[in-house]
């Protein structure tokens, strides 16, 4: 089965599609895109097929390799992310080949349906407590919010409080046992991420979430000192590379590599391995779109440290269009007691509406995160 031709396709909210046909007829579907570069990885992906057009669409491996070697300069969020898009359509190929989902051909399920969460609050949370109480009764048994707003490396203990009081807001409108995640999101310096870690543990939270940025990840060490809360992080790594020291250190509880960020399918799947291999669980990140989301369960279906997964459906970023826009049946993705089944379907599980995604890629977004700055005006962490 040979790889004759590709589209991609930019697609509102933020995300970026990519289609793959071969000379077999069968089409696979991958999304590669860094929110806010999607142009960039969309000139990375053009590049990257370079190296495909007329090969074996099976030799998945092989073509992983070269994509990731055969450039001199390799890694990082633009390039690895091309190749996790075209990595992830390789894999919907290769099912549709065989009649088969994806985790059938990665080894086979070793669960039927994992946990999911969802977002609330927003960039900059407010009201949460109802908003956590709105979706535990729509059936979900986790949360995860955004905890601050822009913090400098050393600022006030108001703004500690007001975490505080936004997380004890939730716990109290929705009982001791719902989870709660509290992602820094990079926004926090190691002095008051110290602060914050050791001020939230009465609150028996699920995870706190990149509580300094990845390339500050020697300071989980000091931060894991001052908290029992088990640590996230990860969704800014980008290959097993990049996770090799992290885990070896030993303070981290929960790795979170994005299958649309961190080589796909391939390598996400030996990422969760290495993490095993340490006693850590893994949580994918998946703040996008449903070709992510399908990709996500393939791997979480096979990885016995897999316990819950992010997904996107009401998330504040899908502005106008939403997860479930793009696939002819939502019911794949249907939410019941906090749980999703694994995809059955061949490949990765979803059939897209490729008709609407040509109607919206028409439109198509210039979507980028937004500038903070600080009340002194220099550069704050979104």
Known sequence: MKITGYELFKVPPRWLFLKLETDEGLIGWGEPVIEGKAATVETAVHEMMTYL?????????????????????????ILMSAIAGIDQAL??????YYNAPVYQLLGGACRDS???????????????????????????TAVKMNGTEELQYIDSYEKIDQVLERVAAIRESVGKYVGIGVDFH?????????????????????FIEEPVLAENNEALREIARHTSIPIATGERMFSRWDFKSLLADGYVDIIQPDLSHAGGITECKKIASMAEAYDVALA???????????????????????????????????QGS?????????????????????????????????????KMAAIGHQWQNPVWRHKDGSIAEW
Not at 190 to 195: E, F, S, T
Not at 327 to 353: C, H, M, R, T
């Open 53 to 77: 057009i007329g090969k074996d669409a099976l030799r998945i491996e092989d073509h992983w390799q070269t994509m990731y070697r055969a450039g001199f300069y390799r890694g990082g969020p």
């Open 91 to 96: 894999w919907d190929l290769k099912g549709k």
């Open 114 to 140: 994992i946990r999911v969460y969802s977002w609330i609050g927003g960039d900059r949370p407010s009201d949460v407590g109802q908003a956590a109480k709105s979706i535990v009764d729509a059936g979900f």
């Open 186 to 206: 990079g926004r926090v310096h190691k002095p008051m991420a110290k602060i914050l870690a050791k001020e939230l543990e009465p609150f028996k939270l699920m």
């Open 284 to 318: 994918p990140h998946c703040p996008l779109g449903p070709i992510a989301l399908a990709a996500c369960l393939q791997v979480d279906a096979t990885a016995h440290n897999a316990f819950i997964q992010e997904q996107s459906l009401g998330i504040h970023y899908n």
């Open 322 to 358: 939403d997860l479930l826009d793009y696939i002819v049946d939502g019911s794949v993705f249907a939410y019941k007691d906090g749980f999703v089944q694994i995809p059955q379907g061949p490949g990765l599980g979803i059939e897209v509406n490729e008709a609407h995604v040509r």
